[in-house]
């Protein structure tokens, strides 16, 4: 356990491929969390996921994406085929779409309504993430004219995005709805909702998890400029954020996404909110068994930024190496992670109300300590996973193991940095008790001396009063005070 890599995979899983032992074997080479693309799903294929995933590990978290409010182009007329080619400077209309109208070489539908009226002359529309490039020169009410700025190839469907304009989108689509309320029945603990421009669209989706009373954790991927320009009331709102580098490199220059994505990741850090790196981490997997140079760079870059987990889509969900990109991340983790001299704990930063929080305290105390004593490990137990959450955004170097009582609470931890969570049946605690199953758990994996000292964070007053203490005890001392308890 001491090799024990901590930062998260997340990989992403189709259901044509769903098998016991391809979920067995992902999760043999490091996967943590499962993901789920709606977008790419039928929610019977979704169901066939989570049964699967479950009936292999229940303890294996499973998050779904929403497609959020996107933009895209309609379905092509089936009489001009399956693509539109168009040269420099050919001219366009395009209009919003009330239902089922068909593009052709004259009129491009888009499924937005209101689209006309939201885009200004001027402003450029990039279709299928920048392969194709409009720019506005002219508008009516009824449409507006564009032009296109280079030779390009139209095709049903393809996403378009609209840098600098914000366009009146609902927060959450019919299709959203539907899998929502499909993740709420089928024990699913992380909702990644698209496209997250606002506060506003984080509500939408609570609203409908407190209708149905759900523990679902919403992550905010953040994807176009509007997210960004919110970003600190969004993080806030978010329980955690996902860089989604796609969509956002269409929307931004190339060379400001790795500042971009650093900013993101530090704010989260202070905010003590995991945080997600994702889109072609090693996209060259999806069809070639190792990676390359640039790719392998990517995936370091994120890890020295600290982030609590990085993201596999294609590579996972459809490639034909997929247990091998994850064993790839993996590997890439344990040896960037050996760095100690940069990964150094981060107690003394500016953490967002770190100073009005008995468990941040108490988490920054119990991280310091295992830095200047020779601890081997941290152990806590938590109801709702704060008191885990907390001690991972000091991102110290020890692991930190979690005894839950609750199987959600487990779940949420597995995306934590460093945190290895554990589950015990809470009808037999006490006080003390959860140490020596953390201990059991260490034990099966690395062993410990009876002088191994334990920072060991927890509650007087049982799991629902919070954490209340730090101590620093070694394996003799927790031992002979657990039979004592016993005895008693």
């Known amino acids: 356990m001491s090799n024990t890599k901590k930062t998260k995979i997340v990989a992403t899983m189709s259901d044509f491929r769903c098998t016991e032992e391809f979920v067995r074997s992902l999760a043999a080479a490091g996967m943590d969390v499962v993901r789920i693309n709606s977008a790419h799903v039928t929610e019977e294929g979704a169901t ?11 303890a294996i978290p499973i998050m779904i994406d929403t497609k959020g409010p996107e933009i895209r182009v309609t379905n092509i007329a089936p009489e001009l085929g399956e693509r539109l080619e168009f040269k420099a400077g050919d001219r366009v209309a395009v209009r919003g779409s009330e239902g089922a109208d068909l593009t052709t070489r004259e009129v491009v539908f888009m ?24 720019r506005v020169v002219d508008k009516s009410e009824r449409e507006l004219l564009c032009e296109f700025v280079g030779d390009g190839a139209l095709r049903s469907r ?35 909702h698209s496209f997250v421009r606002s506060v506003r669209d984080l509500q939408a989706v609570q609203q409908i998890l407190d209708t149905h009373g ?9 994807e176009n400029q509007e997210g960004l320009d919110n970003i600190d009331e969004i993080i806030e709102a978010s329980y955690g954020i996902m860089v989604a580098r796609g969509d956002l490199g269409v ?21 003590k909110r ?3 790196i994702a889109t072609q981490m090693l996209y060259s997997m999806v069809r070639n068994p190792r990676p390359t140079r640039a790719e392998v760079s990517d995936v370091a870059s994120a890890i020295y930024e600290r982030v609590d987990a990085i993201m596999l889509s294609d590579e996972t969900a459809m490639g034909d190496y997929p247990v091998e990109a994850v064993e790839t991340m993996a590997r890439i983790a344990r040896e960037i992670e050996r760095d100690e001299a940069h990964f150094k704990p981060m107690v003394d930063m500016d953490m967002v109300s770190v100073n009005h929080e008995v468990t941040a305290q108490l988490a920054r105390s119990a991280v310091r300590a295992s830095t200047n004593l020779p601890i081997r490990y941290v152990v806590l137990d938590t109801k709702t996973g704060r008191t885990g959450r907390y001690l991972a955004a000091f991102r ?32 037999l605690s006490d006080r003390y008790h959860f140490l020596i199953d953390a201990m059991e758990v260490i034990e099966q994996k690395d062993h410990l001396d009876e ?22 005890a070694d394996v003799r001392r927790i031992r002979e005070r657990n039979e004592q308890s016993c005895c008693k």
């Open 396 to 427: 110290g170097q020890k692991t930190v193991v979690a005894v839950c009582y609750q199987l959600h609470a487990q779940r949420i931890l597995a995306l934590s940095y460093g945190v290895v969570p554990i589950l015990r049946n809470q009808e």
């Open 214 to 222: 759900s523990p679902i954790k919403i992550i905010s991927k953040i």
């Open 111 to 134: 499924n937005v309504p209101g689209i006309v009226r939201d885009i200004p002359v001027g402003a450029r529309m990039l279709i299928a993430d920048g392969e194709v490039e409009l």
């Open 48 to 58: 066939r996921i989570v049964e699967i995933v479950h009936k292999v590990n229940p």
């Open 251 to 271: 929307e931004l220059p190339a060379e400001a996404i790795p500042n971009t994505q650093r900013r993101i990741v530090e704010k989260c850090i202070a905010a």
């Open 274 to 276: 995991p945080v997600i």
């Open 451 to 472: 002088k191994d000292l334990l920072a060991i964070v927890g509650g007087s007053f049982g799991p629902d009063g919070g954490a209340s203490y730090v101590e620093i």
């Open 158 to 192: 393809k996403s378009v995005n609209v840098p600098g304009v914000s366009i009146d989108l609902p927060s959450v689509t019919a299709k959203d709805r539907r899998f929502i309320e499909w993740a709420i029945a089928h024990d699913v603990d992380f909702i990644a």
